[in-house]
């Protein structure tokens, strides 16, 4: 059965598309970049920063969240918007990857996955119905099914056990969505790992169960980019094209290009914030490493042409010295000029997309990457 479309495409530029969803919470300019708020915060930024750089959708982590404070305690404090601050549209991830990744004690087994909290230790199970159940009680305006993502590279069998698993999750989700207000969106995921035939078999599947959008999960897993790519190359001409694509855990500056220019909609990413809480840099000439010597001395701001004002009116030498000095700020303003230059490269796609030269905006972009910092 068919679910009600938000996403409304409204330019493409040979398989690069632009389009808007919409939430309840509002509006997603697509391409779109999702920083990671994992337990409900944006690392070392305000709300309002997020906002101003150009953020339209945030992510939070189901794990994270049912364990502390509880989607309970967050549903009767109204939701996540209401219990954060972020008033925005916001996508959870059902939380099976990060059981796998940061739990111990861990089973998989046909009706859910059991683990024991990272936290207190207590054995928690998660089920596609509770996953849905605690989405439902986050609030958030885009869910994802209950999946299993496996790490690459993996056997055949496992890639094969793993995708069809997640195919039953998946129609399980679907029916514990039922029940969700209108305008909130439930999204599958599409698994297979690097096998074109699994990812085919995921992915037509996926569509007839039918879903608001759909998410190419088991990527960004240890694979090579050119792995990646492919797989995106096999899995999204079988996607529907009037709705939106989310390419789960990617990535990095030159990842976002690629995978725009393949159909790509909507990604997240801890990069940018993470990066800026080691001192790193993401700009228009690459990634500058702040905590290098050379950056002692330098007057000169990160990029003069930026119009993220710590990009443009903070010394790099002011940085170098911060981020040496274990300064929470040197955190803040990294992770800060990090986010607003995702998110001004993602408003770059969109506009280059919407007026047919896209082509030269990837190869004007890659130029500046490739010229490097001087
Ligand atoms: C950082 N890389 C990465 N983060 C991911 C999150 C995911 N969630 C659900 N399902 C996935 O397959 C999945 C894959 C992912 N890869």
């Known amino acids: 059965m068919s679910l009600p479309n938000h996403f409304e495409l409204l330019a493409t530029d040979g398989t690069a598309r632009t389009g808007r969803l919409t939430t309840p919470h509002g509006v997603v300019r697509t391409p779109a970049f999702m920083p990671v708020g994992t337990a409900g915060a944006m690392k070392g930024m305000h709300w309002r920063e997020v906002r101003d750089a150009g953020a339209d959708i945030v992510l939070g982590n189901t794990y994270h969240l049912m364990l502390r404070p509880g989607a ?9 918007q209401a219990f954060t601050g972020w008033n925005g549209p916001m996508l959870t991830d059902s939380g099976g990857f990060q059981v796998m990744s940061l739990s111990d004690l861990r089973k998989v087994n ?5 683990f024991r909290s990272h936290i207190d230790g207590a054995k928690v199970e998660l089920s596609p119905e509770r996953s849905i159940e605690v989405q439902r009680l986050l609030g958030s305006d885009i869910a994802m099914q209950m999946d299993e993502c496996v790490r690459l ?3 055949r069998s496992d890639i094969e056990r793993a995708m069809r698993l997640s195919l039953r999750w998946a129609e399980r989700s679907k029916r514990a969505f039922e029940t969700a207000p209108a305008g909130y969106m439930l999204c599958g995921i599409v698994q297979g790992g690097d096998i074109p035939e699994m990812r085919r078999t995921s992915a037509r599947e996926l569509v007839d169960i039918g879903f608001h959008g759909y998410a190419i999960g088991g990527l960004a897993v240890g694979e090579p980019q050119a792995v990646m790519l492919a797989m995106i190359e096999e899995t999204a001409p079988l996607l529907p094209i009037d709705r939106p694509r989310y390419l789960m855990g990617v990535g990095t500056p030159e990842d976002l290009l690629e995978a725009v220019s393949r159909g790509i909609d909507m990604f997240d990413c801890v990069l940018p914030t993470r990066n800026g809480r080691h001192g790193m840099a993401f700009t228009r000439f690459g ?3 702040l905590r290098n010597a050379r950056h002692a001395d330098d007057p000169r701001p990160l990029d003069e042409e930026s119009e993220w004002p710590a990009a443009h009116n903070i010394s790099r030498a002011y940085l170098h010295h911060l981020v040496r000095s ?3 700020l040197g955190a803040m303003l990294l992770s800060e000029i990090n986010v607003a230059y995702y998110q001004h490269l993602m408003r770059g796609m969109r506009e280059a997309i919407s007026s047919g030269t896209f082509e030269m905006f990837q190869q004007q972009t890659r130029a500046g990457w490739a010229r490097g910092d001087i």
């Not at 309970?72 to 996540?80: F, H, K, N, S």
Request: charged share 25%; net charge negative.
């Open 72 to 80: 309970e305690r967050i549903a009767t404090l109204g939701g996540l």
């Open 110 to 114: 046909e009706k859910a996955v059991t």
């Open 153 to 155: 590279p993996a056997e």
């Open 287 to 289: 990634q500058i490493n």
């Open 326 to 328: 274990g300064e929470t």
